[in-house]
């Protein structure tokens, strides 16, 4: 668990001060320069343009990292709210939004972004919005699935006959029990993220050209794969590292969260 997770805190601190680490402009073209291999100068070549691959993939982590957290927060918030009110709503408002949801579930969410993403275009806004529409299901499947089981637990059974009201339940009673399951599987969706809005880039529908994202940079470097294989081995490795780092993680968190005695959890029951 702490391989991932401290490749994870160099990718998030790469993300935060690229603007610091990054040896040359991301953006600057210099087509004198242009499919020079690794060197002492340029440590991961340059590209068709004569730009630093190494300064693109560093900046690619702040687009490709930013953009994920922002897919996973607004898809956990909509597909949490929906689970929410299905498993404690009445079993018509259950069936109805469960039924709902079976009908997105049914097409694959990369097909289905991709359907969404030739209507409303290529940028990143466009991108955050596709995939919150499309991967908010399966946090509504185990919001609803863990709200139903929290419902018969004792505590929150006695603060339903105390009369307290819905929300206070699900804030006070229901929600403690939803953070760590939501927070390992919310990693794991994290991967996926960075994955499809890579293949999405790669395809020409997500985030374009100038800004160094790594799907797009690996779709530019899959035209010169025989003369500068450098332009797209450095960031499909970023990304292939970066999406097994929150995966591995995430399994991590699933694991304690099953079996906490196995992970080093603080058991209550110790004095």
């Known amino acids: 668990m702490k391989r991932p997770a401290m490749f994870l805190i160099l990718m998030a601190m790469v993300a935060l001060f690229a603007p610091l680490v990054a040896p040359h402009d991301p ?6 320069q242009r499919l020079l291999p690794p060197c002492r100068e340029f440590l991961f ?34 597909g949490g709210i929906i689970g ?19 009908v997105f579930m049914a097409v694959p969410s990369l097909v289905f972004a991709l359907v ?5 275009g290529p940028g990143t806004m466009n991108v955050i919005l596709i995939f919150s529409l499309t991967l908010w299901t399966r946090y509504a499947r185990m919001v609803r699935g863990l709200v139903l089981d929290l419902r018969h637990r004792d505590h929150v059974a006695t603060a339903a006959l105390a009369g307290l009201p819905p929300g206070h339940i699900l804030r006070h009673h229901i929600l403690p029990g939803l953070i760590p399951p939501m927070a390992a599987m919310a990693t794991l969706g994290m991967g996926m993220n960075i994955l499809m809005v890579s293949s999405l880039s ?18 530019t470097g899959t035209d010169y794969f025989r003369t ?9 490795l970023v990304i292939s590292l970066t999406v097994l780092a929150f995966n591995s993680l995430g399994d991590h968190l699933q694991a304690w969260e099953i079996n906490p005695k196995s992970s080093g959890r603080p058991n209550g029951n110790n004095s």
């Open 45 to 78: 070549g340059t590209d068709h343009l004569g730009r630093c691959v190494l300064s693109r993939v560093l900046f690619g982590a702040r687009v490709s990292l930013g953009i994920g957290c922002m897919i996973m927060v607004s898809s956990l918030t909509l």
């Open 84 to 102: 929410a009110v299905a498993g404690m709503g009445n079993t018509l408002a259950d069936g109805i939004i469960m039924r709902i949801t079976d």
């Open 116 to 120: 969404l993403s030739r209507s409303l």
């Open 27 to 32: 953006y600057g073209v210099d087509v004198s």
């Open 202 to 219: 790669f395809l020409g529908l997500g985030i374009v050209e100038p800004a160094p994202d790594w799907g797009a940079m690996l779709a």
């Open 228 to 236: 500068a294989p450098h332009m797209a081995l450095f960031p499909g």
